[in-house]
DNA sequence: TCCCAGATTTAGGCTAGGTTAATCTTGGGA
DNA sequence: TCCCAAGATTAACCTAGCCTAAATCTGGGA
């Protein structure tokens, strides 16, 4: 017997590599060993020991020197992870105050200690959200994602007018300044103007007046945005 | 390295075995190695080992063969998972519809895994409650507990009146066999008649008509009473 | 007082999950 | 084609917590 308490019959620790790999794999599949280690901040033979006690439980599937996929039951526990982990957040926001910088490590901890039955009391109180407080699309019970087609600022047109959609939940202090440029999820601006050699994207928010903004080409990568039909003169 | 992800600074384990030693104090201290094997269900040898585990932190004192007593900081991070477990269990049942019967085991987890911060917030929502859905005190942040003088229902006198003020949180099936007999934390009833032997308890519960209840001695044992002021004919 | 039953501790082992140091693989550039 | 740097794996080791079996302490009754 070991570890921890369990509510989705893995430990802690599968839990948090399931996740990690499965937010790795949209960013290109195989996942390598690198990738997880520099993820989930642990060297990497220890990533290399646990995904063959993963590959033997036929959570992922692993070539040796290439990397892990996941396999369908590993998907699986992995989505439910991330539903747990984005309804918490939500949870969190909306009937508790916290602000959408600070939700994260909280949930982080609570995702692995939360039941299945908790989850969805959560989600009824919230009216089954679609969506969590940084935008991200919130797995339904049976492992359904939305499909987001989103773009970075940084690639989005000059003159085009956009809508920031979704932002990643793990940096408080991007979360923090975001905010105070008066951009959440749902605000649209325009793209006014970009600088060649990654350069700043310089945006005009509504409101009167209108306020210009630049923004440095990292953070404008962060931002995933919807291009929205109609140009602006 | 290790283990768990940190709230209190102390391992999962070790915030198990500080709650229930101070549990079992209240039946009596120095607390015997067989006792703490027993609550936490694991085997006499291992509680050996933690013990000694937990004196090298000074969160207990242990006298070899005789048993253990927590320290002052023993004593403070005890009371920090207990009121922990008060909060959440009385946030679930008032915030997201759980029964009495059902929020042992959901808690037991989350004590482990909520912040202080999340601990103040559900505490200020629920309006700094004193006690949890089962009667129990819930300590103050600085780890003040109310001290009850209560009398198991078993010792209440024949031809008193008595209200039920508390009940273990540990048998749901025992909480909701007492639901089911309409008592639950503030009902006030008459005590009627007691068998000897350790024979039932009978009970007069409020309502029109009255209804007597006959309640087993061991059941009566775990019903903590106040006896109230003013006998009845 | 002595002795034995029951409680406790020690000894020795196991697993999960982490570490560093050393050894392989792999693929891209000369 | 060859070689080497980067990345992956293996080897060897560590700790927390658990286990069973064996040794040891303690206290109550004859």
Redesign the pocket.
């Known amino acids: ?3 921890d308490a369990k509510t989705t019959g893995y ?4 839990e948090d590599y399931l996740k990690a790999i499965y937010e790795l794999e949209t960013q290109g599949s195989p996942v ?3 990738a997880i ?1 520099e993820a989930l901040e ?12 993963l590959s033997e439980s036929d959570l992922v599937e ?1 070539v ?2 290439r ?1 892990v996929r996941l396999t369908d039951s590993g998907r699986r526990a992995a989505l439910r992870m991330v539903r747990r982990h984005r309804i918490v957040e939500t949870y969190l926001t909306q009937k508790l105050g916290y602000d959408w910088d600070s939700v994260h490590d909280e949930a982080e901890r609570l995702e692995h200690a939360v039941s299945d039955e908790l989850i969805e009391r959560m989600a009824m109180a919230l009216g089954n959200p679609q969506y969590d407080p940084h935008g991200a699309p919130i797995p339904t019970k049976d492992g359904a994602v939305e499909e987001q087609d989103l773009l970075p600022l940084s690639d989005v047109p000059v003159g085009s007018m956009a809508e920031l959609r979704m932002v990643s939940d793990r940096d408080p202090d991007l979360l923090r300044y975001i905010a105070s440029l008066g951009l959440k999820v749902g605000v649209a601006f325009e793209v006014i103007g970009r600088q060649p050699f990654k350069g700043p994207v310089t945006i005009r928010l509504p409101g009167t007046p209108p306020k210009d903004q630049a923004i440095g080409h990292e953070l404008a990568r962060a931002l995933q945005c919807w291009e929205l039909e109609g140009e602006v003169g």
Request: glycine content about 8%.
């Open positions: 017997m070991s570890a430990s802690r620790s599968t390598q060993t690198s280690a642990i060297a990497p033979p220890s990533v290399s020991g646990m995904v063959k006690r692993h040796p020197y990397g």
